[in-house]
C-alpha cells in the first residue's frame, strides 16, 4: 500500500472548513485505490501570530519539508496586515521549496453559471501557469523623505535567467501536453527591462518547443480578452504580479474564486508542493458552515495527481462535475442553499 504524509495548515476564517471537506473527499477515493494518507495538523495562522507574534514557529519550515505535500486552507484575518500573513507564512513555503510554478486551471462546469455570457462548459478550459518565487513580489526597494512633499518610494522586480527560463520550460512542456498553444502575458511596452527579458526568453523556450504556437500579449489586452473570448486560451503563463492577476480574473470568468483550487509546485519534487483553494479566508462567512469546499476539494484533487495518482484525481472531479450537473445541491455562493457539510457529503456520494 502506498503511504503518504500530507501537511495540512488549515489556516484562519473558512480555511478551517474546507480543508476537513476536502479531507473527507481524499479519504474516501485514497481508500477505494489502496492509498494510505496520514496528515499532521499544524495551526500556523493569522491567530497564531496574535497569540505568539509569528505565523509559524522558526523551525515552521524543516517540519513539513519531509512530507509528501502540503494542503492549505487560506491565512488573513482582519487585525492581521495581510503582508504579514503573506510573507510570515506562504512566501517562504513557496520560496524556500522552490515551489515556482503556480499552477491554476480554469474550467467553467456544467452547473456553474459564469457571469460571462461566451464562457461556456466544455469550450472553456485552460491553465494559468503564474511565476511563483520571484518576480515583482519582492522585499528590494525603500521609502525615502518620509511624509514630506519629497517623499520616494522604490520598489524593485527581481527576474533571473534560471527563475524566468525554468518557469516557461513548465508552461512550454505543459502546452505540448495539452492543446499545443501557449500565450505569454507581457507589458513590454510599458516596463522596458524586465518584460523585453522575459519575451526574449519566451522566444528561446518556444525554439525548444517547435510543437508548440505560441503569442504574446500585453496584459491589458490580454485581460480584456480572457473576459470576451475565454475559450481561445489553452497555456497562459505570467510573471508573479501578472499571473497572479490574470488567474483570480479567469477564475471570476470560470464562476467565482470559491469554485477555483491552484497548485504551488516544486516540478522537480525536491521538496512538497503545496495545494491551495485560491480564495482567502472569507471573514464575512467564516464559522457558519458556508463556504463552498469546491476549490479546497479541487486543489486536494490536483494533489493526487501530482502525487502520481491521476486517475484517483480525474475520480473526485468527475464526482463534483456529476453533483454541479445533475442535482442542485451547492453552496449560496453558486446560487443553492447547501452548506459545506451538505455538498461535501453529495460529492463523497458520487465517488465510486
Ligand atoms: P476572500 O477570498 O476571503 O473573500 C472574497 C469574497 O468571496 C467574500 O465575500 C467571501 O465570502 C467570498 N468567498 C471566498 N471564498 C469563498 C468560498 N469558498 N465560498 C463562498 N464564498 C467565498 O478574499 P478577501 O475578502 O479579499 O480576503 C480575506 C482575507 O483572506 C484577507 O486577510 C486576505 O489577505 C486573505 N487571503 C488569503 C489568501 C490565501 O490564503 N491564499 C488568498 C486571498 C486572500
Ligand atoms: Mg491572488
Wanted: aromatic share 6%; glycine share 10%; with cysteine.
Amino acid at each position: 500500500m502506498k503511504h503518504y504524509r500530507v501537511a495540512t495548515i488549515p489556516g484562519d476564517g473558512i480555511g478551517k472548513e474546507v480543508l476537513p471537506a476536502a479531507r473527507a473527499v481524499l479519504d474516501r477515493v485514497a481508500a477505494h485505490h489502496g492509498l494510505s494518507l496520514s496528515y499532521d495538523e499544524f495551526d500556523w495562522s493569522c491567530e497564531r501570530y496574535l497569540a505568539e507574534g509569528a505565523m509559524m514557529p522558526e523551525d515552521g519550515l524543516d517540519r513539513i519539508r519531509h512530507h509528501d505535500s502540503v494542503l492549505l486552507g487560506a491565512v488573513g484575518w482582519p487585525g492581521v496586515p495581510d503582508h504579514v500573513s503573506l510573507w510570515g507564512l506562504l512566501i517562504p513555503i513557496r520560496r524556500s521549496f522552490r515551489q515556482y510554478v503556480n499552477l491554476r486551471p480554469i474550467s467553467v462546469l456544467e452547473g456553474v453559471p459564469s457571469p460571462v455570457s461566451g464562457a461556456r462548459p466544455g469550450e472553456v478550459d485552460f491553465v494559468v501557469v503564474r511565476e511563483n518565487n520571484e518576480g515583482e513580489y519582492s522585499q528590494i526597494g525603500g521609502r525615502a523623505f518620509e511624509g514630506t512633499p519629497e517623499e520616494t518610494v522604490v520598489q524593485e522586480s527581481v527576474f533571473t535567467r534560471k527563475g524566468v527560463e525554468r518557469v516557461l520550460e513548465y508552461a512550454f512542456d505543459l502546452a505540448g501536453r495539452r492543446g499545443g498553444r501557449l500565450t505569454s502575458a507581457t507589458k513590454s511596452n510599458g516596463i522596458v527591462h524586465t518584460m523585453p527579458f522575459w519575451d526574449e526568453l519566451v522566444a528561446e523556450r518556444a525554439s525548444a518547443h517547435p510543437d508548440v504556437s505560441w503569442e504574446q500579449e500585453h496584459i491589458d489586452a490580454l485581460a480584456a480578452k480572457i473576459v470576451l473570448a475565454p475559450a481561445r486560451f489553452d497555456v497562459i503563463v505570467g510573471s508573479n504580479l501578472f499571473g497572479d492577476i490574470l488567474s483570480d480574473l479567469a477564475a471570476a470568468v470560470a464562476g467565482g474564486i470559491g469554485v477555483a483550487p491552484s497548485a504551488n509546485l516544486n516540478p522537480e519534487r525536491e521538496f512538497p508542493s503545496m495545494f491551495e483553494p485560491v480564495h482567502g479566508s472569507a471573514p464575512d462567512i467564516a464559522g457558519r458552515g458556508l463556504a463552498n469546499p469546491l476549490g479546497a476539494i479541487w486543489s486536494a484533487s490536483m494533489m493526487l495527481d501530482h502525487l502520481g495518482h491521476a486517475e484517483a484525481g480525474a475520480q473526485v472531479m468527475d464526482a463534483v462535475r456529476t453533483v454541479l450537473a445533475s442535482s442542485p445541491v451547492r453552496t449560496a455562493d453558486l446560487g443553492g442553499t447547501a452548506g459545506t457539510a451538505e455538498f461535501t457529503a453529495e460529492v463523497i456520494g458520487k465517488l465510486p
